[in-house]
């Protein structure tokens, strides 16, 4: 298991790094209003996916190993579409799609849930490799195809990053599909239930895993909205780069999320789940709260001179504020994999529909009158009461001590071994 882990927090932090640069080009290339303009559409694409993961996103894994895999997939590529179209509209009537853009939405939603259906399908099966390799085609192909848009074809605009994201996504998708076909062919297709009543089963855990992931990301997300209407675009192009250098840390606790669901949804006894999700959670906070006060330290003149231009002064206050919250996600993160993995998606949801709600009645208070400085406070708040009920609940859900938060000598031990072993594996390889 640490081994997927330690693998996976590479690939995902290969792929940071290249769009961690990709932020700084595009601020140079396309300018404060430029980055804004591109965080709404990509806020807008990442909510229409989430109306897809009713039936394409963790449902898949939770339910592969129940039923036969056609009897899985193929609803999740029929629904794609159909969910799409239903977020894109529901987005146009309450404005929040950007003008002019919702048909490119509207396809980056569908291929980006393709490219997540194929890639849930490859974690479910334990092809982790696969996994990575979907993922660093879809997030770091996107980086050498901007490269080549903007310097060797001279479309400096937001059309050559729309063309690049329907390329990268393109490329990923048409890959995961030939790394699927093996297993699609060689499982059988008989099931006792009929088609119709695995696909009401899929939309009634679906659903509330969807309103979950639809209250996070609105949690994370919906503020741009609100700064855009209250403070215009170009303060979105602050809250957006400010958010990407926090946000950063989260390919840590992102890809732990995904082995603590995988492993958490294969187990059956309580005990194994909890230790598992116990230890994933101890050194996803380590981990995090280092890297952030890393971040931190970073003074505002390196963002404003040398890795953005001067029109993003600000950032590094943005940066501070969303700290500590920043930490709190990563942790509410694993324990929300935790839940839904068991089952338990409506814990999850909780914790999620009560962020969005702090968000929305503090929001709406914070952000006409401070700004970008009021939507960072603003998700702070909403980050920390998230992880503060996911806690609560996992407590009462597993009879957890407080003391069996805090890390051990047997955590760290476990650590150094796995990192012994890993070493001596790669010493043997070679």
């Given at each position: 298991m640490f081994r997927k882990v330690l693998e996976t927090i590479?690939?995902?932090?290969?792929?940071?790094?290249?769009?961690?640069?990709?932020?700084?080009?595009?601020?140079r290339v396309l300018?404060?209003?430029?980055?804004?303009?591109?965080?709404?559409?990509?806020?807008?694409?990442?909510?229409?996916?989430?109306?897809?993961?009713?039936?394409?996103?963790?449902?898949?894994?939770?339910?592969?190993?129940?039923?036969?895999?056609?009897?899985?997939?193929?609803?999740?590529?029929?629904?794609?579409?159909?969910?799409?179209?239903?977020?894109?509209?529901?987005?146009?009537?309450?404005?929040?799609?950007?003008?002019?853009?919702?048909?490119?939405?509207?396809?980056?939603?569908?291929?980006?849930?393709?490219?997540?259906?194929?890639?849930?399908?490859?974690?479910?099966?334990?092809?982790?490799?696969s996994f990575n390799l979907t993922f660093f085609l879809q997030g770091g192909l996107l980086f050498f195809l901007l490269i080549y848009f903007y310097y060797l074809l001279e479309e400096k605009n937001i059309q050559a990053y729309l063309w690049g994201m329907y390329l990268a996504n393109g490329v990923a998708f048409?890959?995961?599909?030939?790394?699927?076909?093996?297993?699609?062919?060689?499982?059988?297709?008989?099931?006792?239930?009929?088609?119709?009543?695995?696909?009401?089963?899929?939309?009634?855990?679906?659903l509330w895993s969807s309103a979950d992931n639809l209250a996070e990301t609105y949690t994370t997300r919906l503020n741009y909205f609100l700064v855009r209407n209250f403070s215009g675009l170009g303060a979105v192009g602050?809250?957006?780069?400010?958010?990407?250098?926090?946000?950063?840390?989260?390919?840590?606790?992102?890809?732990?999320?995904?082995?603590?669901?995988?492993?958490?949804?294969?187990?059956?006894?309580?005990?194994?789940?909890?230790?598992?999700?116990?230890?994933?959670?101890?050194?996803?906070l380590l981990?995090?709260?280092?890297?952030?006060?890393?971040?931190?330290?970073?003074?505002?003149?390196?963002?404003?001179?040398?890795?953005?231009?001067?029109?993003?002064?600000?950032?590094?206050?943005?940066?501070?504020?969303?700290?500590?919250?920043?930490?709190?996600?990563?942790?509410?993160?694993?324990?929300?994999?935790?839940?839904?993995?068991?089952g338990k998606v409506k814990l999850s949801a909780a914790c999620s529909f009560t962020g969005l709600i702090i968000l929305l009645i503090i929001g709406l208070i914070t952000i006409p009158a401070y700004g970008v400085i009021g939507s960072a406070i603003t998700s702070n708040l909403s980050f920390s009461a998230m992880f503060g009920l996911a806690m609560i609940l996992f407590t009462r859900e597993t009879s957890t001590t407080f003391r069996e938060f805090l890390p051990g000598k047997d955590d760290f031990i476990f650590i150094q071994n796995k990192i012994r072993q890993r070493f001596s594996f790669l010493k043997k390889r070679s």
């Amino acid at each position: 298991m640490f081994r997927k882990v330690l693998e996976t927090i590479g690939t995902r932090y290969i792929v940071a790094l290249l769009n961690l640069a990709l932020i700084f080009i595009n601020a140079r290339v396309l300018g404060l209003q430029g980055v804004g303009l591109v965080g709404l559409i990509l806020a807008s694409v990442n909510i229409a996916v989430i109306f897809n993961s009713v039936l394409c996103g963790n449902t898949i894994v939770y339910f592969m190993n129940k039923y036969p895999v056609n009897f899985v997939l193929l609803p999740a590529y029929l629904w794609t579409p159909v969910g799409s179209a239903l977020a894109c509209l529901l987005m146009y009537v309450f404005g929040f799609i950007p003008e002019g853009y919702g048909i490119d939405i509207f396809w980056l939603a569908i291929l980006n849930s393709f490219v997540a259906a194929n890639a849930r399908f490859l974690l479910g099966k334990d092809k982790v490799k696969s996994f990575n390799l979907t993922f660093f085609l879809q997030g770091g192909l996107l980086f050498f195809l901007l490269i080549y848009f903007y310097y060797l074809l001279e479309e400096k605009n937001i059309q050559a990053y729309l063309w690049g994201m329907y390329l990268a996504n393109g490329v990923a998708f048409v890959i995961s599909g030939l790394l699927l076909i093996p297993h699609l062919t060689k499982e059988t297709s008989s099931c006792e239930k009929s088609f119709l009543s695995i696909i009401r089963e899929m939309f009634a855990y679906g659903l509330w895993s969807s309103a979950d992931n639809l209250a996070e990301t609105y949690t994370t997300r919906l503020n741009y909205f609100l700064v855009r209407n209250f403070s215009g675009l170009g303060a979105v192009g602050i809250l957006d780069a400010g958010t990407k250098i926090s946000e950063s840390v989260w390919h840590i606790s992102r890809s732990v999320s995904f082995i603590t669901y995988s492993e958490v949804s294969r187990q059956s006894a309580a005990e194994i789940r909890k230790k598992i999700t116990l230890r994933l959670l101890k050194f996803t906070l380590l981990a995090v709260t280092s890297i952030t006060l890393l971040i931190a330290l970073i003074p505002e003149w390196i963002y404003t001179q040398y890795l953005f231009t001067p029109e993003f002064s600000g950032m590094r206050k943005v940066i501070l504020i969303l700290s500590p919250g920043i930490i709190c996600f990563s942790g509410y993160s694993i324990l929300s994999h935790y839940f839904i993995g068991s089952g338990k998606v409506k814990l999850s949801a909780a914790c999620s529909f009560t962020g969005l709600i702090i968000l929305l009645i503090i929001g709406l208070i914070t952000i006409p009158a401070y700004g970008v400085i009021g939507s960072a406070i603003t998700s702070n708040l909403s980050f920390s009461a998230m992880f503060g009920l996911a806690m609560i609940l996992f407590t009462r859900e597993t009879s957890t001590t407080f003391r069996e938060f805090l890390p051990g000598k047997d955590d760290f031990i476990f650590i150094q071994n796995k990192i012994r072993q890993r070493f001596s594996f790669l010493k043997k390889r070679s």
